[in-house]
């Protein structure tokens, strides 16, 4: 079982920043692609950044120059800089992990999804 805890959400002011924090835990062999999506409130879910095992990162259009995403292997987290913060980034942001987790000498490849973290963007 793998599992995502999230943190670093709240209530922020236009302009202001937060930084998101998304841990991974369980038998994890390794991870491999990293990411946070987001869903504000009568929309889908959309992806807002990306950062491969090699450490390339990917951004939404919404968020680039914004955002930075970035991820401490050691520790099995990844985090979201934000920054400039505008009201429409108002949503719940969630973490995305991808990798191998192992049981004994079995592999299998696993995708998890965190619980949430509510990011407010208001004055």
């Known amino acids: 079982q793998v599992q995502l805890v999230e943190s670093g959400g709240g209530l922020v002011q236009p302009g202001g920043s937060l930084r998101l924090s998304c841990v991974a835990s369980g038998t994890i062999f390794s991870i491999n692609a990293m990411g946070w999506y987001r869903q504000a409130p009568g929309k889908e879910r959309e992806w807002v950044a990306t950062i491969t095992g090699g450490g390339r990162t990917t951004y939404a259009d919404s968020v680039k120059g914004r955002c930075t995403i970035s991820r401490d292997n050691a520790e099995r987290t990844v985090y979201l800089q934000m920054n400039t913060l505008k009201p429409e980034d108002t949503a719940v942001y969630y973490c995305?992990?991808?990798?191998?987790?192992?049981?004994?000498?079995?592999?299998?490849?696993?995708?998890?999804w965190g619980q949430g973290t509510q990011v407010t963007v208001s004055s």
């Open positions: 995305k992990v991808e990798g191998l987790m192992n049981a004994g000498v079995i592999y299998t490849t696993f995708a998890s």
